[in-house]
């Protein structure tokens, strides 16, 4: 079978207003209610109408991948059903209740697998077994996969995370550059050395405190030997002192002025305006952003290594992503049309374009090893390709985390501000997400 895993989350992108786009693979008629055509077509057999759900068009899906599945399957009419994110997300919740959605589309993991809880995915498990080899793929491909062994989706995308350091500031410090082999120790006794200031008043930080879930909390717990939820996905681990140590980590680095805090950053421009001026020299960064790092900060002189080993000498790199689930209510002949167009998805040539773009990483190995002969920045994608290779990991997904995953943001923030201490923190967070847990 498969291996199992924790589940991951949401790229949400806020993306701009466009118009419902509709593409016929072929002249011919179109398909019946039942999703089933005129017989014939240039591909022969009988024609089968799939409608591909887009959120975010194609700023988030490359139109190439859509076009070439077109004109590689004539015998499939193709329609595609693209809105802005937000529109898309809404309204998917109508159209599922009126039986209406599209036969496949890709949303925030840890809905899909509230999707498959509540029966509106189809399981994939038995698709995967019969055409797939998970050993072509990084683990990621079993992002939407449950503890019981269905999967209700497959990766639309992989978003790991890497240790970004600003070269320039090391240099100007003369403090070695980050390796692979960096503990979370090393980090923080680096961010030490790096921070500059008078006072109060701080010019440099050493290390960029997040404070978010995939750049911020998540990984803070994971490297201290603590976890969200246990592999079973239905315990709260918050109670764990494990998970108070890596948060306590998190909230002295921010406390102790070696980490930014949040006024910093929201007086400075955000995140990347602050690590790419070199007011920060370390920043934990999504694969996605190096795009708008060489769009935004083409002059900024960094690099990655992979993220720092955690205290037992292992590594976890958090890694999210979105889902393509096929509708567990469309016909049997729609559902095998929609799994060809997963399966070119999952294949070498969209796997490809995947790549080209940049915005996402494929999950197929032989997609992953182009990315040697890049020459954008980062220079060592290494860090990512390899980082989720060996210890990839989603964030504790299951079919609430949307609900529990908000209320423990919430006492996060309050905890990194002050207004709690971790220890009263992590004992409400604790509470209320079993609350949650319970209530599936």
Known sequence: MFKKMTAIPKISVPLMLSSMLVIAACSSSGGSPNGKGESGGQGGGEQVTLKIGLPGSYEVTSKEIIDSFIEAHPHIRVEVQEAPWGDFTSKIATQIAGNTMPDVWFQENATILGYG?????????????????????????????????????????INPIALAYNEDVFAEAGIDLPTDDWTYEDLI??????????????????????TSITTGWFPWIKQAGGSALDETLTKSRFDDPQTAAGLQQLY????????????????????????????????FLQYSQQVNMNESFPDTNWDVVKIPKAANGERYVPMVANSWLVSSRASQDVKDAAWE?????????????????????????????????????????????????????????????????????????????????VEDGVREIHVKVQEVLDAQ
Not at 118 to 133: K, Q, T
Not at 253 to 281: P, R
């Open 117 to 157: 809880q509540r029966g509106v995915a189809e399981d994939l498990s038995s698709y995967i077994e019969r055409d797939l080899n998970p050993d072509d793929y990084v683990d990621g491909l079993f992002s939407a996969q449950t503890p019981e062994g269905q999967v209700w989706g497959v990766p639309h995308g």
């Open 189 to 210: 006794e680096a961010a030490k050395q790096l921070t500059v200031g008078e006072g109060n008043q701080t010019s440099r930080f050493g290390f960029i405190g997040s």
């Open 252 to 283: 002295d680095g921010i406390e102790q002025g070696y980490f930014t805090n949040s006024d910093f950053l929201t007086a400075n421009g955000g995140e990347l305006e602050v690590f790419a001026s070199g007011k920060a020299a370390m920043y």
């Open 341 to 421: 167009f997963l399966k070119y998805y999952l294949g070498d040539e969209a796997q490809s374009i995947i790549v080209q773009s940049g915005s996402t990483l494929p999950v197929k190995k032989s997609a992953l090893e182009e990315l040697q002969s890049s020459t954008t920045k980062p220079s060592n994608k290494a860090a990512f390709t390899e980082g989720i290779e060996e210890a990839g990991v989603t964030l504790d997904e299951n079919a609430s985390w949307s609900e529990w995953r908000i209320l423990v943001q919430q006492v996060v923030n309050e905890i990194m501000v002050g207004n709690v201490t």
